[in-house]
């Protein structure tokens, strides 16, 4: 469905930029075969990251967001 998409909207899916990420429970993703962990795009092979970062946010636990944030607050003396 996704590659469809792409196709039909014309747009262009770059393999080297492409970054992979789970989010859910622990007990949840721990049901996740290996085998099907990884996700491939035309000749890549995506494996799974524990941060990505999307249209200048960082997703994950929100913990690195968070720091990466207040780091640079306190860089330019903002008050938090």
């Known amino acids: ?18 970054e992979l ?3 859910g429970s622990k007990n949840i993703l721990g049901k996740v075969p290996e085998s099907e962990r990884s996700l ?3 000749s890549a092979t995506v494996q799974p990251v524990a941060s990505v970062r999307d249209l200048g946010v ?6 690195e967001h968070v ?10 003396n903002c008050v938090v």
């Open 1 to 18: 469905m996704l590659f469809t998409s792409i196709r039909t909207y014309r747009l262009q899916l770059y393999e080297t930029k492409t």
């Open 21 to 23: 990420i789970w989010f």
């Open 40 to 42: 491939t795009v035309g």
């Open 58 to 63: 960082q997703l994950d636990a929100m913990k």
């Open 67 to 76: 720091s990466k944030v207040a780091s640079i607050a306190v860089s330019t």
